[in-house]
């Protein structure tokens, strides 16, 4: 849709950015890449979310000052260079960088990436963040809340050192969330097949892949799978912290 009909809508607890509104653009730091920012501090959120353009031999900037990075591969492959050795990552490869962390990300073929950058929350006494590395084919799906059709895979271990959650969460047709989710985490979210139907506070939107969205503190959410195939969508929470931190 064009014109001015596009699906796009910014609210003041939710955000829908459709890809029919992107307006790409250089950011210092990105050797040749074309960033849109999904989501960002400017509309409210505590963290950015953003979809990066990288030809080959590209290089990305370094995340804001205190930040922790999460970089997902959605297509092309990435070079990682940190204190564990270089990897390789290929579209469903993935690596949260804690804030500090000496390292290097370049396009070793040209790549599209979803980029979260969020300030760190310490705690007494864990670790400053670590450095996780990982592809998301190694993940297994879990049924949420025993539901098979409605699957997790936790990208992200759950332990101290870190305080963000980032998950994939695949609906077969017709799944759905067992209830209408109202909590104090905020959340970023991509989809990257199919088509659903979300709600958030009183509002109700049709997503389908490359949609983003957020998702304030507090804002009622629920959604359901519709169409002849399966959705998915890659989901950031703040995690692991005290409410409000």
Same mark, same amino acid.
């Given at each position: 849709?064009?014109?001015?009909?596009?699906?796009?809508?910014?609210?003041?607890?939710?955000?829908?950015?459709?890809?029919?509104?992107?307006?790409?653009?250089?950011?210092?730091?990105?050797?040749?890449?074309?960033?849109?920012?999904?989501?960002?501090?400017?509309?409210?959120?505590?963290?950015?979310?953003?979809?990066?353009?990288?030809?080959?031999?590209?290089?990305?900037?370094?995340?804001?000052?205190?930040?922790?990075?999460? %970089?997902?591969?959605?297509?092309?492959?990435?070079?990682?260079?940190?204190?564990?050795?270089?990897?390789?990552?290929?579209?469903?490869?993935?690596?949260?960088?804690?804030?500090?962390?000496?390292?290097?990300?370049?396009?070793?073929?040209?790549?599209?990436?979803?980029?979260?950058?969020?300030?760190?929350?310490?705690?007494?006494? %864990?670790?400053?963040?670590?450095?996780?590395?990982?592809?998301?084919?190694?993940?297994?799906?879990?049924?949420?809340?025993?539901?098979?059709?409605?699957?997790?895979?936790?990208?992200?271990?759950?332990?101290?050192?870190?305080?963000?959650?980032?998950?994939?969460?695949?609906?077969?047709?017709?799944?759905?969330?067992?209830?209408?989710?109202?909590?104090?985490?905020?959340?970023?979210?991509?989809?990257?097949?199919?088509?659903?139907?979300?709600?958030?506070?009183?509002?109700?939107?049709?997503?389908?892949?490359?949609?983003?969205?957020?998702?304030?503190?507090?804002?009622?959410?629920?959604?359901? %799978?519709?169409?002849?195939?399966?959705?998915?969508?890659?989901?950031?929470?703040?995690?692991?912290?005290?409410?409000?931190?």
């Amino acid at each position: 849709m064009t014109g001015p009909h596009a699906r796009t809508v910014v609210r003041r607890d939710h955000a829908v950015i459709a890809p029919e509104t992107h307006v790409p653009g250089p950011v210092p730091g990105w050797s040749g890449s074309e960033h849109v920012r999904l989501i960002s501090p400017a509309m409210g959120a505590g963290f950015s979310m953003s979809l990066v353009a990288m030809p080959a031999g590209a290089g990305a900037g370094p995340p804001p000052d205190g930040a922790g990075r999460f %970089a997902y591969v959605l297509e092309g492959a990435l070079a990682l260079e940190a204190d564990a050795g270089p990897r390789i990552l290929g579209a469903g490869g993935y690596a949260y960088i804690p804030p500090g962390t000496a390292h290097s990300l370049t396009a070793s073929a040209a790549a599209r990436v979803c980029v979260i950058d969020k300030p760190y929350v310490p705690v007494p006494g %864990a670790p400053h963040g670590r450095l996780i590395v990982g592809e998301a084919a190694d993940r297994p799906p879990e049924p949420m809340l025993g539901d098979p059709a409605l699957t997790v895979r936790q990208l992200l271990p759950e332990e101290p050192a870190l305080d963000l959650a980032v998950n994939l969460m695949a609906f077969a047709p017709g799944a759905a969330l067992p209830f209408v989710e109202t909590h104090v985490m905020e959340h970023g979210l991509l989809v990257l097949e199919g088509t659903l139907v979300y709600r958030f506070a009183d509002h109700w939107y049709p997503l389908g892949a490359g949609d983003a969205v957020w998702m304030g503190p507090f804002c009622p959410q629920w959604c359901c %799978a519709y169409g002849p195939g399966r959705a998915e969508y890659l989901i950031y929470k703040d995690w692991n912290r005290e409410a409000g931190a």
